[in-house]
């Protein structure tokens, strides 16, 4: 960050000025916008815990909802799901998933109770993806943060499978269709054209 002293004290207010306005309008927007959803979900939560689930679960893309965990719940992945529950899950979601950790009282809607999900089983089934997309993006409106920031890819899904194994009973890994990437897509294709050999763009090689 280089030195602005040249601009002199009242350019520099005036920047200092500006900048704050511009920030407070982004806050503004986030703040309206959280607002929103924060009564979407408590209405969903006071409908009752099926009016909840399909409110949460709408919030998550067709194409994660579908999306079976794409790694296998081996005694190492699970272990390895266990201490990222520990350490990122325990405070609000409590030690046996019930919702009652620590920070719940201050928390509305409550955390989610893992141990009631098993009624909202589709088929006898819980789609790994749904906990992958939630707990990647966090769920706007409740105080589900995001951890896309704190969690690499490999590590949300071995949190999933121990969701899913530990307070469900049951995990989709390994089910078909098998081997769907983490970040598909179904709509979007990658359109770009590689450079030939020559590194000039297609088409226009000699």
């Given at each position: 960050m280089p030195s602005w002293e040249f601009l002199g004290k009242d350019k520099i207010n005036k920047l200092i000025a500006y900048m704050q306005f511009e920030g407070m309008k982004r806050?503004?927007?986030?703040?309206?916008?959280?607002?929103?959803?924060?009564?979407?979900?408590?209405?969903?939560y006071n409908s009752g815990p099926d009016s909840n689930i399909e409110w949460l679960h709408g919030k998550v893309p067709e194409v994660w909802r579908?999306?079976?965990n794409p790694y296998p719940a081996s005694e190492e992945a699970l272990l390895r799901g266990k201490k990222i529950y520990e350490q990122f899950c325990v405070g609000c979601h409590g030690p046996i998933g019930d919702g009652e950790g620590p920070a719940a009282p201050y928390v509305f809607p409550p955390p989610l109770n893992f141990t009631t999900l098993r009624r909202h089983l589709v088929e006898g089934k819980y789609i790994g993806g749904i906990f992958y997309?939630?707990?990647?993006?966090?769920?706007t409106g409740t105080g589900m943060p995001y951890f896309k920031r704190q969690l690499e890819s490999e590590k949300i899904w071995d949190l999933s499978n121990y969701l899913a194994v530990n307070f469900l009973g049951y995990t989709d890994a390994g089910i078909e269709p098998k081997e769907i990437p983490a970040a598909y897509e179904n709509q979007w294709k990658n359109q770009t054209v590689p450079p030939d050999k020559n590194g000039l763009p297609a088409g226009e090689g000699r």
């Open positions: 806050a503004d927007y986030r703040v309206e916008r959280q607002k929103k959803w924060k009564a979407g979900s408590i209405a969903a579908r999306m079976p997309y939630q707990i990647m993006n966090g769920i």
